[in-house]
């Protein structure tokens, strides 16, 4: 399945992971942070409410 | 408004760094560049004008901090802000003061940097010329970033990391210009360049910067 | 549904995004497998370039994207400065980092392909320094805004920073290329010249750019709603204080 | 040349503190404001002198009439006293130092540097340059901050005589100046905090 890369095979492959790792974390990050900010907000939200 | 520049060049005389400050810097970075690279003048010719534009380039950033600084500190800005004198006037007048007490020295004494670093013979007029023309856009490129971080306690690293990058398309011309004149080629369309870009600068930022300096003073 | 500036409305941005966001998130992931997989498994290896050529689909929707965003983040400056609205402030603040990402992308990926191509991790090319000195320019825009504590009057900083920052980076842009010639290829994609890259290739790469411009939409309606929560946060504790 | 303040709102760092503010001064008028410290004076005043935009309702006044002096002097160390009062002068565009001079009895030091001056002396420097402003109205924060008797007393001699040439000042100071001016207490125009109206307005109000 996988395609024969030949000679730039770790090139192309390290691209690609780099690449994909930094999506990935960008991602999580930001995942992350929008969880946080919006339990921070619930925990004052509350607090004002209750 | 010449008032405002006059209190502002006395004040640099007065205080005595004004003037030292950046050609101290200047003669610095001069000086060392052979120990960096080796004192073979062949290569030291090769890489004068680039070295002795980013000089220039430095110092001039060296001194930006303080344009605002004082005048943040002891309240005048509060009190210009609220005087007759637009911003944008204020504005110009201090990188006028920033060129004069930083930027034209360099030029002066660039020629005498030049023979450190061994720049040919036909180079030095174009250094000069590259200089003069340059500088002031350093100067209000500067101001814009000065006036961007003037309230910031530790303003000055952000301000060098806001400012270098807008100082690229001087840099290159201005060097270019250098570098031409010392190989004895055509000089005119990065002259062109240089000259356009500052004229440019000089005519658009400070507006921006007025903007900046009423917001950072709210 | 009433003009567009309405979803500038903090409240009103918060609902919609709740019901935007899942879908745009599931259509960006979907587009962006799909675009990759494609890309990579099934296309054939370029005649000159070996199978580097499969690199393209990372580092040319990134390229894009990088300039994009910094366009999308000069307009919702520029809506803030005009308009005054919160959440247009807020974009910008949001999408500077999906931004700076995407530039480190385009310059990983362009070093990592140009090694077997010109022999060098790194050339001096216009269009990479070009995209260096983008990378720098969102640096002092992201590092503006953490150096600012008033949100207002760093809202407006960076906005003018980001409208000067623009006309500079596009004086950059042409005064790289008079410095040195240059070792990039052509534009893959360009409007005017005629499809200059087979469509074997081109297929998957439109697919891989419309991943890429997902993934954006949907991470800056995700981090807009987090700086919006930070931002009611702030002010419900400074209520507190006051109260 | 009347100062009108209508219905005015003031934020500090993005919230409101003052609001539903109303009030004139008329030439010849004085205006004490009085009001516990960071009621949101200081903010009123860079508000009404056009440093600082307000949120809601407008300062109606002619253009060129404000002067400004906050706790700061804006003095510059290595400039002497007629250099200092000479730049304002220009910069104003008003001629001659003099009457400051005499009016703030700075003869004496007209050639010391502002920097080897005492806090009294810097404060009555920068309370002359108002003088050599030619502006009708002051405005003033604080202004007898590190004043001691008789210049408070000089002080207060200088705001009655620039009333009695029609000018008009507003003061936020806690002391009495023997001005027969009106009080105004800011404490009661405090901004009520806003229910979450989520309406949208330029404020952090907009974020509750």
């Not at chain 2, 010392?182 to 369309?189: P, S, Y």
């Not at chain 4, 000089?154 to 027969?180: C, K, N, P, Q, Y």
Request: aromatic content about 8%.
């Amino acid at each position: 399945m996988m395609p024969d890369l030949g000679k730039y095979g770790d090139t192309v492959l390290s691209a690609y992971a780099v690449s994909i790792v930094l999506l990935v974390i960008m991602v999580a990050l930001s995942i992350r942070a929008s969880r946080k900010a919006r339990a921070e907000l619930q925990k004052i939200e509350g607090r004002r409410n209750g | 408004m010449i008032a405002l520049l006059i209190r502002d060049m006395k004040l640099a005389m007065r205080a005595g760094g004004g003037f030292g400050l950046g050609l101290s810097f200047f003669l610095i970075v001069t000086v060392l560049v052979p120990f960096g690279v080796g004192p073979e003048s062949t290569l030291l010719a090769k890489i004068a004008p680039g070295i002795l534009w980013l000089g220039a380039l430095l110092a001039c950033l060296l001194s930006l901090d303080r344009i605002f600084a004082l005048d943040w500190e002891d309240g005048s800005l509060d009190l210009l802000a609220t005087s007759p004198l637009p911003m944008e006037g204020v504005v110009t007048v201090k990188a006028t003061a920033h060129w004069l007490t930083t930027g034209l020295p360099l030029c002066l004494a660039s020629p005498l940097f030049g023979l450190l670093l061994s720049l040919p013979a036909e180079g030095y007029q174009w250094l000069v010329a590259s200089l003069v023309l340059g500088t002031p856009a350093l100067s209000v490129i500067g101001t814009f970033g000065a006036a961007l971080t003037v309230g910031l306690k530790r303003g000055g690293l952000l301000m060098s990391l806001l400012v270098l990058p807008l100082y690229v398309p001087t840099l290159i011309f201005g060097a270019e210009v250098a570098r031409r004149g010392a190989e004895g080629l055509a000089t005119t369309t990065p002259l062109l360049m240089l000259a356009g870009i500052t004229a440019g600068t000089i005519a658009l930022l400070p507006f921006a910067s007025a903007l900046v300096l009423r917001v950072n003073l709210r | 549904m009433g003009s567009i500036w309405e979803y500038a409305n903090p409240v009103k941005f918060i609902r919609t995004s709740e019901i935007v966001l899942p879908w745009v998130s599931i259509l960006a992931t979907v587009t962006l497998i799909a675009g990759l997989v494609w890309g990579f498994f099934f296309t054939p290896d370029d005649y000159r370039q070996g199978s580097t050529v499969k690199i393209i689909y990372l580092h040319v929707p990134a390229a894009l994207m990088a300039i994009n965003v910094w366009f999308m983040m000069l307009v919702t400056s520029l809506v803030w400065l005009i308009r005054r609205h919160h959440v247009s402030a807020l974009a910008a603040k949001a999408a500077a980092p999906v931004g700076i990402i995407m530039t480190l992308i385009a310059l990983v990926t362009g070093a990592i392909w140009g090694q077997p191509m010109w022999g060098t991790w790194w050339a001096w090319d216009p269009r990479l320094t070009s995209f260096l000195i983008l990378f720098l320019f969102y640096l002092g825009y992201i590092a503006l805004w953490e150096a600012i504590d008033n949100p207002d009057t760093a809202a407006d900083l960076t906005a003018v920073l980001c409208i000067v920052g623009s006309v500079f980076a596009v004086l950059s842009r042409y005064a790289v290329n008079f410095w040195n010639q240059g070792l990039h290829q052509g534009a893959s994609l360009s409007l005017d010249k005629k499809e200059n890259v087979a469509d074997v290739f081109s297929t998957p790469l439109y697919v891989c750019i419309a991943g890429f411009v997902l993934l954006f939409i949907a991470l800056v309606f995700l981090r807009t709603r987090t700086e919006i929560h930070k931002r009611r946060t702030k002010a419900l504790l400074a209520r507190e204080r006051l109260g | 040349m009347t100062l009108t303040v209508k219905n005015l709102t003031i934020s500090r760092g993005g919230i409101p503190v003052l609001e539903g503010l109303n009030f004139t001064l008329a030439p010849g008028k004085a205006l004490i404001l009085r009001g516990p410290n960071g009621v949101g004076k200081t903010t009123l005043l860079r508000t009404v002198a056009g440093l600082q935009p307000p949120v809601e309702g407008d300062v109606i006044c002619g253009p060129e009439t404000i002067a400004y002096a906050a706790h700061s002097d804006g003095l510059k160390g290595t400039l002497s006293v007629s250099e200092n009062l000479h730049f304002w002068a220009d910069i104003f565009g008003t001629k001659g130092i003099q009457n400051a001079l005499d009016g703030f009895d700075l003869n004496s030091l007209v050639d010391r540097p502002a920097g080897a001056l005492s806090a009294g002396q810097k404060r009555r420097l920068g309370l002359a340059r108002l003088l050599v402003t030619g502006r009708p109205v002051w405005i003033l924060d604080e202004p007898t901050v590190s004043l001691d008797v008789a210049s408070v007393a000089m002080f207060a001699d200088a705001v009655r005589a620039h009333l009695s040439e029609g000018g008009s000042a507003l003061i936020a100071t806690h002391i009495d100046l023997g001005l027969d001016a009106e009080v105004l207490d800011v404490g009661p125009f405090r901004a009520k905090p806003r229910s979450g109206t989520g309406g949208f307005d330029g404020l952090d109000e907009s974020f509750l």
